[in-house]
């Protein structure tokens, strides 16, 4: 099964995973960065965000209209005086949403988020950052693509954009269909497959532990690529 997700950034994924039944919609994740300041966006739909604020245990209380003319909408994060905020802004179809540490309040937030042009399209939003903001020179452009396999096997799917994007990766594994595969040591504490390409590393973490094995030998045919 083959799909294409935009990253947030405005490149665009293009994952194939030739035995998944089912795939379905991703979320985007990326960092927008503001001197020491570091704010992690989210990208999916109204169903995504609905979820995201269920596990949180936030509610969106307000809202307020941005200089760019984006609605943001915001709430206490746990409904906790002493955390930071919940918010979504939504473009077109889709919804951008995160939380903000304790020490960034509305104007804060505001003040960040006003200087990021905001642009929909069919796979995804895109964000430009401007002025004094800028994308983290930390964190990396991810996709988080759920997977439901044969057998009822479920996994999920961390799909990072590589830094240089120009280099086959060089590091212990088996050439495989999309790139170099390998998998978690049999002592640590998360089980997974890593599959490194040139342009992204996707990270396979299994329903179960069980499921590594048959989740090593499905990201053997995976391919991740830009479009």
Do not use: C, K
């Not at 473009?91 to 642009?119: C, K, M, N, R, Y």
């Not at 799909?159 to 040591?185: E, F, I, K, N």
């Not at 049999?186 to 396979?204: I, K, Q, S, T």
């Amino acid at each position: 099964m083959r799909t294409t997700r935009r990253l947030i950034n405005g490149e665009t994924l293009v994952l194939d995973v030739p035995d998944a039944e089912t795939m379905p919609p991703a979320t985007a994740i990326s960092v927008l960065a503001q001197d020491s300041l570091e704010l992690e966006v989210n990208s999916g739909g109204s169903d995504h965000l609905e979820h995201y604020l269920a596990v949180s245990g936030s509610t969106l209380t307000g809202e307020i209209q941005l200089r760019n003319g984006v609605t943001l909408r915001h709430g206490r994060y746990g409904g906790d005086p002493a955390q930071g905020m919940a918010f979504s802004v939504r473009v077109g179809d889709h919804e951008i949403f995160g939380f903000t540490v304790p020490t960034l309040d509305l104007e804060g937030l505001s003040a960040v988020l006003s200087q990021v042009e905001f642009t929909a399209h069919a796979d995804g939003a895109v964000l430009t950052p401007g002025g004094s903001v800028t994308w983290s020179d930390y964190r990396t452009h991810d996709v988080a693509q759920v997977v439901h396999l044969a057998q009822g096997r479920r996994a999920l799917l961390d799909v990072r954009r590589t830094r240089t994007g120009v280099t086959r990766p060089s590091g212990p594994g088996l050439d495989v269909r999309g790139g170099r595969l390998s998998r978690s040591a049999e002592d640590e504490r998360a089980h997974y497959a890593v599959l490194e390409a040139a342009a992204f590393v996707v990270y396979g973490i299994p329903g179960t532990a069980e499921d590594v094995d048959a989740l090593a030998t499905s990201l053997s045919q995976v391919t991740a690529e830009l479009a």
